[in-house]
């Protein structure tokens, strides 16, 4: 314990002790849902002025309000997303993408991917819009962006139907974790579509 | 009846009847919802490649789902869109926009937008979106666009609390109606934004 003139004390020890929570702390991150920290990203991106992202909410069939008790739902159900989970806005250029995370260890499965997904991606393409995916290999830990295009075509014309991980890594750009933004997947947007 | 040589027939009766059944179902849509209005002008556009918008879910708090059902929800209620409720891309470019209706006659009240959509529309300006509001007066049955700018500065620094609608008239632009789309918010679009 050391005290110093302006009578605050530095507890070393205390301070060995945080470090090493932190790390647990970020070991712990790894196993964390990816939607979690896409969001988590995204208010650093949007709270320092970087990159305008929204999550869309999901999207619920409402059956039965009870406005006796001001309006609560007594009865609805989840409804498949149509279009993607992200959209926004970054230097006037409209973004568009869809997260997906998979525990496999060698490839990633497109039936992860719905159609009303590619179909939906292709128009943004189309419409002059910036459209990519953002996958996470959890295993490996990994998480990568891919232009949305290379996804459509794979789709839509290889008859396999995964993407084996090593092409993932080859034609994806991997996205760098930190403490904040978890993921800067800003940085690996730069690279692929403003180098 | 008059008989064609392809061998067509014309009931000019039958024709007039038509167009007044035309003319009644154009009165009908007038005080038809706003949104609806909206959704389905956005549907002509992107069927038609023009523009691609789409509409923010409603957000919902899920309390309670039963899941011995196949995942019905028992328990949920609604809560307030943070951001806008419609985003997009033309052009390449980010569009986000409110639509709001009003009853009233004389004014456009601010009330109805909130102090969330203003600061969410604050930050698509920065960075380089093109934000706007439709406002309908359903009474007069006419519809503007105007630049979220406007509203904004509208609402931060006027002592006023609603926008009057001989100025709405002047500084909005108004949008066309038509059989489809509806809402003919493209054109407003271009006139303001890429004149």
Redesign the interface.
Known sequence: MINYPNGKQIDYKEKRIKTKNEISVSSANRGMNLEHEINLSNLYY?EN?I??V?K?????K?VKVDYTKG????????EKQS?TDY??????????FEAKSTISKTSFPLSNISFHQINHLK??I????IAFFIISFSTHNKVFMLDASYIINYYENSIKKSIPYDVVCEVGTEIKQSINPRLCWVDALNEIYYK
Not at 71 to 78: D, G, K, L, V
Not at 126 to 129: A, L, N, P, T, W
């Open positions: 949007s002025n990159c305008l929204t869309r909410p999901t999207p619920i409402v309006a609560i739902i007594t009865s609805a159900f989840f279009t959209n926004g806005v970054y230097k006037g250029r409209y973004l568009d128009k943004v189309e419409h002059g819009g």
